[in-house]
């Protein structure tokens, strides 16, 4: 059969709505299966709504590589799982419990144990999982927070905080719109 137009095929107005209505069917599924009967929920995991974040902070981050925009896991152990965990499991080693979550953001959560740096231009980090990393960049004055600061140039005084952290290095001090000025 030959159609008017000249091509066989679906027009894009039938193709969307095609989409539209198999993406409305997966979130009606998806909205109507029962509750993660594998989580574990302490009864002394607080409240907190359910479209919360299932963690405040994270040491341990991991972002899905391929996912955009970024999605966030955090890996921590905990003693337990809040409220807002949807799926909980039993540590590996034992001793805790890790929230297997992930959250969609464009910014990476915040750290609970604070860097020796509040941002950082020029990282250095190993190639780990999970990454050992310094700051090398030279500051007039190491952040309070920053425990064994060595001087690196004397006219003007420079500075470089010799810390490492496990983790992430952090925002980057000076944006990148900025550096080609």
């Known amino acids: 059969m030959k159609s008017s137009g000249g091509s066989m095929g679906t027009s894009p107005t039938v193709l969307l709505a095609m989409l539209v209505a198999g993406l409305a069917a997966t979130a009606t599924a998806a909205a109507a299966r029962p509750c993660d009967t594998d989580a574990i929920r302490l009864p002394s995991s607080g409240g907190g709504g359910a479209g919360g974040r299932p963690w405040e902070c994270c040491d341990i981050i991991v972002?899905?590589?391929?996912?955009?925009?970024?999605?966030?896991?955090?890996?921590?152990?905990v003693a337990e799982c809040s409220a807002n965990c949807h799926q909980c499991e039993e540590a590996p080693g034992g001793g805790g419990y890790i929230c297997r979550d992930w959250i969609?953001?464009?910014?990476?959560?915040?750290?609970?144990?604070?860097?020796?740096?509040?941002?950082?231009d020029n990282a250095v980090c190993t190639r780990q999982y999970i990454p050992y990393c310094?700051?090398?960049?030279?500051?007039?004055?190491?952040?309070?927070?920053c425990k064994e600061c060595g001087q690196v140039e004397s006219d003007p005084p420079r500075y470089r905080c010799l810390?490492?952290?496990?983790?992430?290095?952090?925002p980057k001090c000076t944006p990148w719109i900025s550096k080609g000025n």
């Open 63 to 77: 972002r899905d590589p391929i996912f955009r925009p970024p999605r966030w896991q955090c890996n921590d152990v």
């Open 104 to 120: 969609t953001s464009l910014f990476e959560p915040p750290v609970c144990t604070p860097r020796p740096w509040d941002c950082c």
């Open 163 to 170: 810390d490492q952290f496990h983790g992430y290095p952090g």
């Open 134 to 145: 310094q700051c090398a960049d030279k500051v007039e004055s190491c952040p309070s927070n």
